[in-house]
């Protein structure tokens, strides 16, 4: 009886909310711009039950080559409920053109609703593989890697970012990806933009809707003028596409293929900052910022010490000018500055503050001034210098010497003998010889002389020692293979906690490792080359795929969160397979 009353109670709240919802009808289409020789889906779907008498748009300029199909979906998701009734239809058009497919309407509730109007570019005949449902090609057209920039014209200095996304439809599915190039980026200062994880999110691309997800992004401020190219990053993917074909349950089946995809060249046109107007103090800041000069005590004792900031703050390029440098009066004494850096980096650009903190002690009595100081900076938005003037600051010393107000002239005297304070160099000297042993027939002389007797049973023990050692063969290539791999690894192991340097050292050291051992330039050619050039060694296919990981690992890493045990595991799993591929050529 309790059961009956709780599926009673859910149905009525799924309908009570289900009927909460605003009822729309809304219209999509796979893709806005296609060739003539190609097709289209277009869906008109309503969120609300109860909607009928369905009427099509007029679909001039297409034939209707599918459908309708009309499907129905709800669920209830974190206790929240959805409901879609679609209808959808597969279009081909019948010339070249820019199109408008009109809404289609539909009644509920009675009132009638109609959908949003569909612009379509239709364009001249596009190249179709003869076997259209080939793995390769599906592949292609539905996945796409896209380098976007935030500005392909900024200032020399000014911030800009770019992101790597990976578009894919809903028609396939990605298993596993790996960069195998990554971006270079020659003229620009860079720093790569952390994020949590790589959510999948929807978007448009070429007019038409997709899922991406964003696999690298990295601030670049350009620091020179003229065209500055970006090389394309390229990765590994293993698609699954649909072979056409469904099992049993109707499930569709797929194919996995591993295909190679790779962003287009971007190429930044850097502008130099303009000379007009240009101030003389101007140190290359470009941005956004404020200046402060400020004063930790304005008054103090002589010896007693006080602390000068140099601030600047704001978005831009903060890490790459100087502050302005103080002057003070020759009667404080101003030490080197503390450089305090509170910079964070975002998608559009650097964001804090940098401080400048001169210790300043005072030698005598008095009130000194120290002067204004000027800050320039040029604002890439309003594209002019600014300048910002501090105001005087007073340092008022209370107790202290007086400033010396006469200087004598000192002349130069002979000097007098008085007392013993100061006396003539002394002529003559009353040293005696020290009193030395004689080495005949002393403790050291016997330990030389027994010396060479002993050497003879030690150097006999080393010698059989040596030919032991000599005559274990495999001993002694593991331990030369150990020291090779030792000596390749110096510099990654330096650089152990630092991320970005130990795998792009870990990665050259495995290639000035093949290429030492090979004679072949191996940063130049693929994964699958390597491959084939260490079977021809006759590797252990074992210790090629772990060369292979580690070197697939290295790309991977750079885009995602490593912790410091993961790298020193990484460098044990690198120096391994240096010894057991040393062991075997």
């Known amino acids: 009886m309790k059961l009956k009353v709780y599926i009673t109670l859910l149905v009525s709240f799924i309908t009570i909310t289900l009927n909460a919802q605003d009822a729309a009808l809304t219209a999509t289409v796979s893709k806005n711009k296609l060739g003539v020789n190609q097709r289209l889906r277009i869906e008109f779907s309503i969120n609300k039950q109860g909607a009928d008498n369905f009427k099509e748009p007029n679909f001039t300029n297409f034939k209707v080559v599918g459908g309708p199909s009309q499907s129905v979906s709800q669920s209830w998701v974190n206790g929240k409920v959805s409901f879609n009734q679609s209808y959808t239809y597969i279009l081909q058009p019948i010339r070249k053109g820019e199109f408008d497919i009109p809404p289609a309407s539909i009644e509920i509730d009675g009132k009638t609703l109609t959908s949003n109007p569909i612009k379509v570019i239709v364009l001249d005949a596009v190249e179709i ?225 940098v401080t400048d903190n001169y210790t300043v002690v005072p030698q005598f009595k008095g009130k000194y001034k120290i002067p204004k100081t000027s800050f320039s900076y040029f604002n890439p938005e309003e594209k002019v210098y600014q300048t910002i003037t501090t105001d005087d600051l007073y340092v008022d010393v209370l107790e202290g010497k007086e400033i010396p107000t006469n200087t004598n002239t000192i002349s130069k005297q002979d000097i007098k003998v008085t007392g013993s304070d100061f006396r003539y160099i002394q002529t003559s000297t009353d040293f005696q010889p020290k009193q030395t042993e004689d080495f005949f027939k002393s403790i050291l002389f016997y330990i030389l002389l027994l010396l060479p007797i002993l050497a003879i049973p030690v150097g006999i023990f080393i010698h059989k020692k040596k030919e032991e050692r000599d005559s274990d063969i495999l001993g002694n290539k593991l331990r030369k293979a150990d020291k090779l791999a030792k000596k390749y690894l110096f510099e990654a192991q330096k650089q152990l906690g630092n991320k970005e340097a130990f795998y792009e050292a870990l990665e050259r050291a495995l290639h000035n490792y093949l290429k030492a051992k090979l004679g072949v330039e191996t940063s130049d050619i693929s994964r699958d080359k390597i491959t084939d050039l260490l079977h021809d060694k006759n590797i252990d296919s074992s210790t090629i795929d772990n060369f292979i990981s580690v070197l697939n690992d290295c790309d991977f890493a750079r885009y995602t969160p490593i912790t410091n045990v993961q790298m020193k595991e990484e460098y044990e799993k690198a120096k391994q397979v240096i010894t057991q591929l040393d062991r075997q050529l």
Do not use: C
Not at 261 to 275: R, T
């Open 129 to 353: 593989p003869k076997n259209p449902n080939d793995p390769n090609y599906i592949a292609e057209q539905n996945i796409h890697l896209v380098a976007e920039v935030s500005k392909e014209t900024p200032y020399v200095g000014e911030g800009i970012y770019i992101e790597y996304r990976l578009y894919f439809s809903d028609n396939v599915g990605i298993y596993d990806n790996a960069v195998t190039e990554a971006p270079q980026y020659n003229g620009f200062w860079n720093q790569e933009i952390k994020r949590n994880g790589m959510p999948v999110k929807e978007g448009m691309y070429n007019g038409e809707r997709y899922r991406y997800a964003v696999l690298h992004k990295a601030l670049l401020i350009p620091t020179t003028s003229g065209k500055l190219t970006i090389d394309p990053m390229k990765m590994d993917v293993i698609v699954a596409v649909p072979t056409g074909r469904a099992d049993f349950f109707g499930n569709v089946i797929t194919r996995q293929v591993r295909k190679e995809f790779a962003s287009a060249k971007k190429v930044i046109n850097a502008k130099a900052l303009p000379l007009q107007n240009k101030p003389e103090d101007f140190t290359g800041a470009v941005g956004q910022f404020s200046f402060d000069v400020s004063l930790s005590k304005n008054t103090l004792k002589a010896n007693e010490s006080s602390e000068i900031s140099v601030s600047v703050k704001g978005k831009g390029n903060l890490k790459l000018f100087e502050l302005p440098k103080i002057e003070t009066p020759k009667e404080l004494e101003v030490y080197q500055p503390e450089r305090k850096e509170n910079v964070s980096i975002a998608s559009d650009g650097l964001k804090g503050s």
